[in-house]
């Protein structure tokens, strides 16, 4: 790695750097209670949750301020993506849906800080919401409708014979979804992250070459370009995230199509 | 011990081909991440679940029911608008035909005085106009009694300034006939 640096003339490219994971204090091996920096930007998301959700709404004022209408404004955003999709019985599960939507969404806003930690890039983090979302889900179908929830895969509106073969495809596709869930959110994140790494490794590059006069401003606006463009995927992930969870609560809810 | 330095070494490698690889793929990590994201949507759970959803709620709920109220407010006040202005334009109306009425009724009351004045003028007329008949009258009779006086004197003097003996009453009785024919 450090070879492959100094081939490129001085650069130092270690655009996977960031989303290393080391202890807080100290050194050593990381067992699974060590802090580490993926503890510290997970406990400044929660900060970040009680700052605007608690500390933001102390007021509970009839005529909002601004912090306590952006809290409001996020609750009604959810909860009416969770009305809106699953349908007025699913609402019971608006608090896991927004906990989840609220983890990503500051996760990614808080990786966006330079030198920080973006711990939803790590495909552990996102997997784990995936497949809670995924396990949490087909329990709920089984418990709330029994068998009946695998008539989700048995298309009633399709040709007999096609059946089993939409079934085979359904069910394939079924446990398809909490990989795509998950790798979708760590796989946009970390892409973005490594990209803007990449252009920031060649910015020094007028230090060293005179090609560099045209190499630096092309990479300082290219790093401008694609910051803007992480913000919007900051957000849209989260989103695309959450309704997905919706999505597949409603199957769950309404297995029956 | 030399096998065991050979153990340390293939670890270290590992390590290392795990720092140089993507730190996404180092699976020694996993359960660390895996703790502490599990600690960190429990905790966040709790602060939404406890704290932050149910005081939104009522913040939101408690602005409905404020803005239903006020609606329902301005409503009453807006109907209240409109009756008063219904009352006000019927006081005008009422207004309106009462001083018609009163117009109606100061007209009448002038032309009844107004009548009652000139029938007074006209008696008073009438009257002025009967004296002066009367008097017309009697300057009329004087004048025939002077006439007749004059006609007397005259004849009797001429019957005497032709030589004759006057009969007073003779001559009153031929001049009162001849005035009289």
Redesign the interface.
Known sequence: ?AGEAHSEGGLAFHP?QQ???HPLFGEG??????P?N??LW??L??LC??AL??IG?RG???I?TRV?SV??LA??FVYKMVEDVTGHDGVKY???I???F??ILFSNFLGLIPGSFT?T?????TA??GFGVFIAVTLLGFILHGAHFLGLFWMKDAPLALRPIIAVIELISYFVRPVSHSIRL?GNI?AGHAVMKVFAAFAPMILISTIGVVVTPVSVLAITAIYGLEVLVAFIQAYVFTILTCVYLKDALHPGH | MATENTAAEVAGAAHEAGKAGMPQLDFSTFPNQIFWLVVTLVVIYFILSRIALPRIGAVLAERKGTMTNDLAAAEELKQKAVAAEQAYNDALARARVEAAKIVAEARAEIQKDLDKATAKADAEIAAKAAESEKRIAEIRAGAVEAVTAVAKDTAKELVSALGGKADAASVNAAVAARLKG
């Open positions: 790695m996977l989303f290393e994971i091996p990381i067992q699974w209670y060590t580490t993926v503890t997970m406990a998301a929660i949750v009680i959700f608690v709404t509970r004022a009839v909002p306590q809290a409001e609750y009604g608006f608090p896991y927004f906990t989840v609220l983890f711990t890039s790590h495909i552990a983090v784990i919401l760590a970390m």
